[in-house]
């Protein structure tokens, strides 16, 4: 395609989704307005647009979040990305997730690029106290650490996904610590403390729950009030739904229910509710083969069903109770929403490519032209506007008639299917190639409160005969380490040289102990850095989340590993590969790993 047929192209992309571009704070702006409005934010993990009776589910009942919905505005066509971290970078810059360098959802790829700026940036510098309860999943080390992106507080973890739901690992800023009872519960219990906390200042809160993603795990009392229900509705593929995983799935979205009650609640409380925006949604489309409203595709598809999600606004005296918004709206709207409605300028950064819903919500909205939004993963596509969606295999569909994508339509619309197609083509030309493939290596860094460095497994590469305990890496440990030729590498980034101490998480029976190993880093051949430690103590443990399953699943089983210092090591500023080796093995495997932290001493 000729570049000026790109151009043109371009020119009509960017005004169909309406590009903002960002605006500087005042010099003069006050550094904290009580007048301001608190935010709240909930989004959810792998619940569909189907997992509400709201939207006339009758397998499951969600009372608190359809009185949510019918108190304020619900977006009635509201998208986001087939996966998880994609949509939570949009969330957090308001634009397409490729701009921000989030190419993957593990190891790596799920980072989001430190040149952008977030939605917890824009509120802090507007003087609110920002915080995050739940999964973060845009990046681990140093700057890409969510205390790093604008947030206060943080309590919950880093990865795409937890392998136990019962008071496990998780950070608290950036330190480890244990969770208290059920995960969604305790994320919740954190987000009320610090909504209810006497401060004059206004708040923002993300509270971002683990819930429905597997694996499915839900306490005894959430379980028995699904265990023998009726399946009334079904999925799409009857023959391939898994009827327990739903049942689970259920369980967990009800329990999601109740906890976002008990918030709301504490609102009214503290009479909080009419000067709280409170925002409701899904990061992807359901998690299995379960009733979704008819439509095509789940978790993982570009398609209607593995991008659309419920979302609620609600904000009394502003938004009106029972509005629903027919016009097509994304994730990548929030940020301009709601810095909007809450009068806060956009920090000076890149063009967003959301659109502010604020004349939407306000029923003001006299002129509201007609847009594309896009869906992307592992580099198919597709386009979606007020009517039509064109797939990743190029077949047009009318969504308001077929949202099971069951009739292709573009013989008769030949110029939708053509502005749709030249969308996909300025996306994939334009928005992709940002996507630099070049690996990054994990950043060692602590300009600004990150002393601890945590280098999980999943962020390691292996070699010799070293295997991860899942093929999915996210919360996977690192077993079958039986050679002095097997070695767990990291390639790092120091940003000022130092001295660090050096423990691991690891699990070793007590007659395998005995085996030394070895970290060294190097610049070069001649300037090596290097400690070695003998695992003279055995750290014991069974694998943990199989008894509280509901159903079998694919992720790693967990271990409660023990934490020991192997010793004080010195690095060097630059890019290095950092790795871990046996140089004796006393039995017939060294230990099982989980994650090395470090934690710096001394700058030189």
Not at 318 to 331: F, R
Request: charged share 25%.
């Amino acid at each position: 395609m000729s570049s000026s047929r790109l151009k043109s192209i371009a020119v009509h992309v960017l005004a169909a989704i309406s590009l903002i571009t960002g605006r500087s704070v005042a010099a003069d702006e006050p550094s904290g307005r009580v007048d301001r409005p608190n935010v709240i934010v909930v989004l959810t993990d792998d619940q569909g647009w189907g997992d509400l009776s709201l939207h006339g589910n009758r397998n499951l009942s969600t009372p608190n979040l359809d009185a949510l919905a019918r108190s304020g505005a619900q977006f009635s066509h509201f998208y986001v990305c087939p996966v998880c971290s994609p949509t939570r970078a949009e969330l957090l810059t308001g634009r397409w997730h490729p701009r921000g360098g989030v190419r993957d959802v593990t190891s790596g790829g799920e980072r989001l690029d430190l040149d952008e700026v977030t939605i917890a940036d824009a509120f802090k510098s507007a003087g609110y106290r920002t915080g995050l309860f739940g999964k973060w999943h845009n990046g681990t080390q140093g700057p890409y650490h969510p205390i790093r992106r604008g947030f206060d507080e943080f309590y919950g973890f880093t990865s795409g996904h937890w392998g136990h739901y019962f008071s496990p690992m998780l950070e608290e800023n950036d330190e480890l610590t244990q969770g208290d009872g059920y995960l969604p519960d305790d994320l919740t219990n954190h987000a009320m403390d610090f909504i209810g906390r006497d401060d004059a200042r206004p708040f923002f809160a993300l509270l971002t729950l683990n819930t429905p993603h597997s694996p499915m795990q839900v306490p005894d009392a959430w379980w028995r009030r699904v265990q023998d229900r009726q399946i009334e509705q079904t999925g799409p593929n009857p023959d391939k739904e898994d009827l327990q995983f739903t049942r689970a799935a259920m369980a967990m979205v009800e329990n999601i229910d109740s906890n976002v009650g008990r918030m709301l609640g504490m609102l009214d409380e503290k009479k909080l509710t009419n000067s709280t925006i409170v925002v409701f949604f899904c990061d992807n489309g359901p998690n299995s083969d379960r009733w979704n409203g008819g439509m095509r595709g789940r978790k993982g598809s570009t398609d209607e069903g593995g991008t659309r999600s419920p979302c609620f606004i609600r904000w009394p005296g502003h938004i009106s109770a029972g509005a629903v918004i027919p016009e097509i709206a994304g994730a990548v709207d929030l940020l301009p929403t709601l810095t909007g409605l809450a009068g806060i300028p956009l920090l000076p950064s890149k063009p967003v490519d959301g659109r502010s819903l604020e004349p939407l919500l306000k029923i003001s909205a006299t002129d509201w032209p007609d847009r594309i939004l896009f869906a992307h993963w592992n580099r198919k596509v597709s386009a979606r506007n007020q009517r039509f969606r064109l797939d990743d295999s190029g077949r047009l569909y009318n969504i308001e008639d077929d949202p099971g994508q069951t009739t292709d339509v573009q013989t008769q619309h030949p110029e939708i299917h053509r502005q749709l197609a030249d969308a996909v083509q300025y996306y994939r030309s334009e928005v992709l190639a940002e996507l630099d493939g070049t690996p990054r290596p994990f950043v060692i860094d602590d300009h600004s409160g990150n002393r601890t460095t945590l280098l999980p497994a999943r962020d390691a590469t292996i070699s010799g005969g070293l295997k991860r305990s899942s093929r999915h890496p996210n919360c996977s440990y690192i077993t079958n380490w039986t050679s002095t030729e097997d070695a767990i590498l990291w390639n790092i980034d120091v940003t000022e040289a130092g001295t660090f101490d050096v423990e691991v998480l690891y699990t070793c029976e007590a007659p395998e102990i005995g085996s030394t190993i070895e970290l060294r880093s190097a610049l070069s051949e001649s300037r090596l850095s290097k400690l070695s430690a003998m695992i003279a103590e055995p750290a014991e443990s069974p694998l943990i989340g199989a008894a509280e399953d509901r159903v079998p699943r694919t992720e790693s089983l967990v271990k409660d590993f023990s934490r020991r210092k192997l010793g004080v090591l010195s690095l060097e500023k630059g890019v290095q590969q950092l790795t871990l080796q046996a140089t004796e093995v006393a039995g017939s495997q060294v230990a099982d790993f989980r994650m090395m932290i470090l934690t710096r001493q001394t700058r030189f």
